[in-house]
């Protein structure tokens, strides 16, 4: 339980495939499919690795309290 919310199968798999389509964002933006042209492009890749490290930590996260059963404030 982490916070009084029972963490499920069902919020890793959201989680995931939400860091899948951020990484997809990211490929698509450093190999110039999607393209901006000058600060925008680097400003718009900044922010999808930024959200793509928070999504991985999270992802990482739930996995670890699913795995061990942690209850966490609650």
Do not use: D, N, P
């Amino acid at each position: 339980m982490l916070f009084g919310m029972r963490v499920t199968l069902q919020h890793l798999i959201s989680t995931g495939l939400l860091a899948l389509a951020v990484l997809a964002l990211q490929m698509l933006v450093g190999k110039r499919v999607i393209r901006f042209k000058g600060r925008t492009h680097q400003k718009v890749h900044r922010r999808l690795a930024y959200a793509l490290t928070a999504l991985a930590v999270a992802h990482g996260f739930l996995a670890l309290v699913v795995a061990y059963q942690w209850t966490i404030g609650g």
